[in-house]
């Protein structure tokens, strides 16, 4: 039975994850439905980003995933289908799903009528658009049938960037409900962490703080700031027992640093 998943921020209160169902259920009645998360903050394309790279890549092979997070629908913006680690990923290309759909990857534009309803509304996308496409594949259509190769899509964060020998800087992503800060650095640069040599920078609106390197919250005091590898595998920054984003006045975008004995 194939399996389709779906991350929005359309909340519980209105119909429109319902409406999404009953289009994919009408197509592949046969589909498990999923609900990855539907509180996203509305329009943070970020937040929707992190949330689908926290859980896709726990799914079955084959799995079909939905991330509908688009300020931009009705506009300029492609809709679009990708092919990554054995999974299929649908939305807009807004960055939505750049996180998660890493290379090696193909990308498809959904432009086949078969992949669409008609009329397609401007303003409701999620319907019209990306669940009946899911719901396609999951009928046994295959990605090339939903319209032509792109050669790239909008990315949601740059690539850490190598200011001099033995730095490098990032930036925070997303801050999640604990008020933990996610980075853009892979966790591999950490590769020493708890060797005093290693630092992390974080610029705050009270100056520049440095948290421990450490493996999880408990290797600091109650209340002492800490960086450590998260669970999706990028560097990650948190208080103990209390919110990191508060402390450092911190949000998207804050630059991070990291100091290797190189520097």
Request: no cysteine; charged share 20%.
């Amino acid at each position: 039975m194939p399996i389709i998943t779906l991350t929005t921020d359309f909340g519980a209160r209105d119909g429109y994850v319902g409406a999404m169902k009953g289009v994919i259920l009408t197509i592949a009645p046969q589909t498990t439905l999923v609900d990855i998360a539907h509180g996203i903050p509305p329009q943070d394309v970020a937040a929707g980003a992190v949330a689908l790279a926290q859980a896709a890549p726990l799914y079955p092979p084959g799995t079909i995933h939905v991330a509908v997070i688009d300020p931009g629908v009705g506009g300029n913006r492609a809709d679009i289908l990708v092919e990554a680690g054995g999974q299929l990923f649908v939305g807009p290309d807004n960055g939505v799903l750049s996180l998660v759909a890493r290379g090696p990857r193909q990308i498809f534009r959904i432009e086949s009528s078969e992949f669409r309803r008609d009329p397609v509304s401007p303003t409701f996308h999620g319907r019209d658009v990306f669940a009946p496409a899911a719901a396609r594949l999951a009928a046994g259509a295959r990605p090339v049938d939903a319209g032509p190769i792109l050669d790239s899509m909008v990315e949601i964060i740059r690539a850490p960037a190598r200011r001099a020998a033995g730095i490098i800087e990032g930036e925070v992503i997303h801050v999640d409900g604990f008020g933990n800060l996610i980075t853009s650095l892979p966790g591999d640069v950490l590769r020493g962490a708890g060797d005093s040599d290693i630092g992390v920078e974080v610029d705050g609106g009270e100056g520049l703080f440095a948290p421990l390197v450490g493996r999880t919250f408990s290797d600091v005091e109650p209340g002492a700031l800490v960086a450590y590898v998260g669970s999706g595998g990028q560097v990650e920054i948190a208080r103990r027992d209390g919110s990191a984003a508060r402390r450092m006045d911190a949000g998207r975008g804050t630059v991070v640093r990291v100091r290797t004995p190189a520097s």
